[in-house]
């Protein structure tokens, strides 16, 4: 009798903790399931990502021009548009700083720094923010091409910028020997915004032949559905 009381105690004592081991993996299961979900609707930051997308210069500022006179504004905005199109197409929500040829601040009382600071603005006040900032290089020679990303010192920054300048030299350039670089903390834009930003030189002005593809439409939705690409990858949690 004694034996079988015994017996039936260890029954119940097992069955016990196989319950409670069953609900802790059950818990584990669910808070891992929640956490993926909260990550792949944030991005990991607390809100759904927003591309922020700032076509370089615009209006009184054509910034670099090309010897042909290829405004860098206008080949910044052809791509920036592109970009705009390809991700929102994927179901990601955008924000555009410019959407034409013209500066943030208006004419009369144009400033490069107001025009920055607008800019920066538009990035900080926009929850789950993530800043692609689309320029053009320039150099005194002509000899130097290449695309090349430069990023912020804030969180996730490195990773987007290396995922970029990754894919747009597998992708569109395999000669193309750059690195992703850390922005320098004299660029207004990448020093001031509170947020995931990369600026992307994606080619040279001062390179003839650069040029030619960097105005060439389709090379233009090209560069943009690798940047594209590489946004939808960093956000997902993916590397290059
Ligand atoms: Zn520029």
Not at 103 to 120: H, N, Q, W
Not at 123 to 139: K, Y
Not at 155 to 166: F, P, R, V
Request: proline residues 4%.
């Amino acid at each position: 009798m004694k034996k079988k009381e015994e017996r039936t105690r260890r029954t119940i004592r097992a069955a016990v903790f196989v319950l409670a081991v069953l609900l802790l993996c059950a818990a584990a299961v669910l808070a891992l399931s929640r956490h993926a979900d909260r990550v792949m609707q944030t991005g990991g930051r607390g809100s759904p990502p927003i591309l922020v997308i700032d076509a370089g210069h615009g209006g009184l500022d054509g910034g670099a021009i090309a010897a042909d006179g290829t405004k860098e504004s206008d080949v910044n905005l052809a791509i920036a548009l592109r970009l705009e199109s390809i991700v929102r197409f994927f179901g990601q929500k955008t924000r555009m700083t410019r959407w034409d040829d013209s500066a943030k601040t208006d004419i009369i009382s144009y400033s490069e720094r107001e025009d920055l600071k607008e800019r920066v603005q538009l990035a900080n006040t926009t929850p789950g923010a993530v800043l692609i900032s689309i320029h053009q290089n320039d150099f005194p020679t002509g000899q130097p091409h290449g695309a090349q990303v430069l990023y912020s010192p804030w969180a996730g920054s490195e990773l987007l910028g290396k995922t970029i300048q990754t894919n747009l030299i597998e992708k569109l350039d395999p000669g193309n020997r750059r690195l992703a670089v850390p922005a320098p903390g004299s660029l207004f834009l990448t020093a001031n915004t509170r947020c995931p930003a990369v600026l992307v030189e994606c080619g040279f002005m001062s390179n003839g032949d650069e040029v030619l593809r960097l105005k060439d439409g389709r090379y233009q939705t090209a560069a943009a559905a690798v940047i594209a690409a590489s946004y939808l990858r960093y956000i997902n949690g993916k590397t290059a």
